[in-house]
Nanobody, 111 residues
């Protein structure tokens, strides 16, 4: 079975940083495009960042320059470094593998 397990969420003050992790099992993060999405209450799920098999990254305009997506193929883990957090970044963050598999999410709160 494929499992994606996010961690690293929490509560932080505006301007602070968090690093999210997504540990994959039954799936190889190097084999496909991996990404992070988020969903805030009352809003639609939105794409935040993705990283291709070749390591090329893409970001939504709202996080560009503040968030960094990366992966450790040896650890089979996806990361999202989030800096300069804003109140509008508060959401449930999900990782996904090719949009076929999804984790349960990790909550980020910014006060």
């Amino acid at each position: 079975d494929v499992q994606l397990v996010e961690s690293g969420g929490g509560s932080v003050q505006a301007g602070g940083s968090l690093r999210l992790s997504c540990a994959a099992s039954g799936y190889t993060v190097s084999s496909t495009r991996m990404g992070w999405f988020r969903q805030a209450p009352g809003k639609e799920r939105e794409g935040v960042a993705c990283i291709g098999r070749d390591g090329i990254t893409m970001y939504s305009d709202s996080v560009k320059g503040r968030f960094t997506i990366s992966k450790d193929n040896a650890m089979n883990t996806l990361y999202l470094q989030m800096d300069s957090l804003r109140s509008e970044d508060a959401a449930l963050y999900y990782c996904t593998a090719s949009s076929d598999y999804w984790g349960q999410g990790t909550q980020v709160t910014v006060s």
